[in-house]
């Protein structure tokens, strides 16, 4: 029987938690220092911000004087876009998962299109606003519309979407789909029946933070040409239109001309957190409503 001696066994033992202490401290204070950037941005947003959110600012049109400047015709035009993003990336994301997940056969090919699209997940945005004005704007002859701006934005999520779908109905248990089948149910009832409720919420959580991405991206809409001036309210997807974001950019560089432009920057940024909150809030809600029945 091998000697074991304790005092070596102890020395280890202190190590080992010297070790996990120090990476336990740097943690919490890595924690601590991003909590406390992010309660500085608040607080500098919100405190910019203070006095220049009203009825009027957001009501009214852009203008030259800040004063009377408004994000009106910027909140239409982000809504107008979740409007062709949100049904292409869910129906087109979903799509592809159910194929890739309960028809596609294991192969060469199927692992080359799943290793593109976890690979497209991470290409940066701006590369995806070169696709769009390649594609939409130029060879479509779009222009800088909604429609186009949509379309390159959808592209953008549409990876995140893919991914995260599949992964919830990978994590569906195979039980609830023998028991489908042994009930006689074909693999499409099975599919719309028993797989995509229980994935649901799984899906909806992937379409959610995609959506988040979507409309608080600007480096696409920049690159296809996205206006920020004086035009007016989009009424349609074949209009063209301007963004949150892209007002919060040209505001935030103008501000180094007139100050002003900076307080109105931070009205724009709350708004727009905001919004985001509350696509978080109902997306949570419906998600929990979803995870409760089934």
């Known amino acids: 029987m091998k000697y074991i001696d304790s005092a070596q066994v102890q020395k280890k033992m202190s190590s080992r938690l010297l070790f996990n202490q120090i990476l336990k401290t740097l943690f919490f204070l890595s924690t601590i220092v991003g909590l406390v ?12 911000s203070i006095g220049w959110i009203d009825l009027s600012f957001l009501t009214n049109k852009l203008s030259t004087m800040p004063e009377r400047a408004g994000i009106m015709g910027a909140i239409l035009g982000t809504v107008w876009l979740m409007i062709v993003v949100a049904p ?16 596609a056969k294991k192969s060469k090919f199927q692992s080359f299109i799943q290793t593109n699209i976890s690979n497209l997940a991470g290409v940066p945005s701006i590369v995806f606003g070169i696709l769009g004005l390649t594609i939409f704007v130029r060879a479509a002859g779009l222009g800088n519309i909604i429609l186009a701006g949509g379309l390159t934005m959808a592209l953008l999520v549409l990876p995140i979407v893919v991914v995260s779908s599949q992964e919830a109905i990978r994590a569906v248990p195979s039980f609830l789909r023998e028991a489908s089948y042994a009930m006689g149910a074909t693999k499409w009832q099975t599919i719309i029946k028993v797989v995509l409720p229980a994935a649901l919420p799984g899906i909806l959580t992937g379409t959610i933070l995609a959506l988040s991405r ?21 009424g349609g997807i074949f209009d063209k239109f301007t963004v949150l974001p892209m007002q919060i950019y040209y505001w935030t560089v103008d501000a180094a001309l007139v100050a002003e432009y900076a307080n109105l920057a931070a009205a724009t940024i709350v708004v727009l957190l905001f919004v985001l909150f509350a696509m978080n809030s109902i997306a949570i809600f419906i998600r929990n409503k979803f995870q409760q029945r089934y």
């Open 37 to 48: 950037v992010l309660v500085v941005l608040f607080y500098r947003v919100i405190s910019q």
């Open 214 to 234: 979507a409309i608080g991206e600007t480096a696409p809409l920049v690159v296809i040409g996205i206006p920020a001036l004086l035009i007016p309210f989009p």
């Open 88 to 103: 292409i990336t869910l129906f087109l994301g979903v799509g592809t998962a159910i194929y890739l997940e309960e028809y």
